[in-house]
């Protein structure tokens, strides 16, 4: 049976420090992300499964259906996984929203996914037929248990959003678990997938059916890792997170999006286990990732060729693969670590890693995408063709669709439940985590109603305003961001951390917190060898970035004057020393070293914006990390 009184949320721990809200109590209605949810809504959602039908990865169902496949399959072997995070973000988006519209749409791809599923509950378009490798014949590279794993997350997603569908998805996805649970339990095949994601669809299944069975598989998934169950390969076991156990790992390493996805379900098995020894774990492995492995940006992986963490203060800038990714499952382990132990640091980091990869990833139309995310480029890119299919890292400009499309399908999923990370309740109060307009109506575990709307022009402002609209006795808790040095609650000092205030509150109260958003500098650790020197500039949560566009001239070579930094209403201002072109022929100086650099340099005053809007304006070059420099002696 499924607990209709559970939240709509993506994750619903039995127990944690803090309990998620669903989409339908807190709504986000105003501001940034209202304008993100409401273009994923309408352009993202529909870009995705236009182009998983042109590019045959959803008619691959059809034809395993018919009984015609490998003849005419098309895309990588994890194809599949593509069309259950689209129904994953279709059905939050009809929970969100209601559309009858995506209703219909949800029911018809439902359709043809069951059709393909086998008598057993074996449901993969890649592997098990004639002609095709055996099932569970290539758990390194094959994806089959990944591409169940996602397939569970859609079905959690229905069946929180809409308990008593009868479109047969959740069926679907406990007949494949069970299949799971057969082929890889204690006394079966000793397994895992080599890319992590099954563990995180177990769990969250287990929670919505109350099967403990499921949450137990996914447990000892968990536990094989690390010890070298899967082959040898030549990134080595760490690239799939097999050469240490989890319980020993000091720091994420490996594929990043895979390393975020093992460390956020193991969080939820720690949870439901209550095993304080893997949580203690995990919540190191975040601190070492954080501190040593983590740019700017909340982005993370370092290597273009295994897409991976790279060693310690490992953080190149041209070269950042960041993948998107990769951003949103560090948000979903953090966001497990925060409802687990109620500490405003995971928080800090989501916000960092929603405005400044997540929002960066996705082109104002909402139909083209970044999949990795440099934090320099050094070549101004050429526009897609809107029907084009490029390579995974190719491009330097949003592209309309992958070869690998594993992002596209991961921020529509993503955008769709922002407003789950919004807020959190406990047992006598409610927090707020994310900063967006919106309206907050909860019930207590005491029984008190909690209803309140926040107005907020987040980040362009940092005022944040909390007005009750009903009455009663509650903690009311507001992050106070890291960075946010001078932040006020009702003009007095606050944070970092959560300003609170419990008391009997009336209808028409209200609460003002002030966040400092005057752009500020920030240096790197100096163990960061690839941008030692340099300084970036940020405002609020955002981290800005120079655009060639603005400069008038590319970015290599433009150093920051120091001194020159200024805020003209919300814009963002700075002067350039920049290398002087008219010069002379590039071909005078052949040899770009000497003992003493002499260069002519004129000055230039640049707007800086904020990283998540570059390449929206057309091709560029752009940086986030900006060399020192001075302006040139007016005499």
Known sequence: MID?????????PSHGALAPLGLDEFRIDGGLWAQRQAVNGSATIAHVGDRLESEGWLPNFDLAAGGRLPEGRRGREFADSEVYKYLEALAWEIGRTGSEALERTFRAAVARVGAAQEADGYLDTAFGRPGQGERWSALEWGHELYCLGHLM????????????????????????????????????RNGVCGHPEIELGLVELGRVTGDQRYVDQAALFVERRGHGTLGEIEFGREYFQDAVPVRETEVLHGHAVRANYLAAAAVDVAVEREDAELLAALRRQWDRTIARRTYITGGQGAHHQDEAFGADWELPSDRAYSETCAGVASVMFAWRLLLATGEARYADLIERTLFNVVATAVADDGRAFFYSNPLHQRVEGAPADPGATVGRASTSLRAPWFSVSCCPTNIARTIATLGA?????????????????????????????????????YPTSGEVRVRIDEGGEFELALRVPAWAHEATLDGEPAGPGYARIRRRWRPGDEVVLSLPVAPRVVRPDPRIDAVRGCVAVERGPEVLALESIDLGAPVDGAALVPGSLRAEGDAVFADFAVLDDARGDADADPWPYAETAEHSVIVRSARLVPYRTWGNRGPATMRVWLPLGEAPDSN
């Not at 209709?4 to 619903?12: D, E, H, M, R, S």
């Not at 959190?424 to 019930?443: I, K, P, W």
Request: glycine residues 6%; contains cysteine; proline residues 4%.
């Open 4 to 12: 209709t009184t559970t939240p709509v949320a993506t994750v619903v």
């Open 153 to 188: 997350q859609a079905a959690v997603a229905r069946a929180r959003t809409r308990p008593e569908a009868d479109d047969g998805l959740l069926q679907i996805a406990t007949r494949a678990a069970d299949l799971v649970v057969r082929e890889f339990g204690p006394d079966a």
């Open 421 to 457: 990370y919004a807020a959190t309740r406990s047992e006598d109060g409610v927090q707020l985590h994310q900063y967006a307009a919106g309206r907050l109506t909860c019930t207590l575990a005491s029984g008190a109603r909690v209803a309140l709307t926040v107005s907020a022009d």
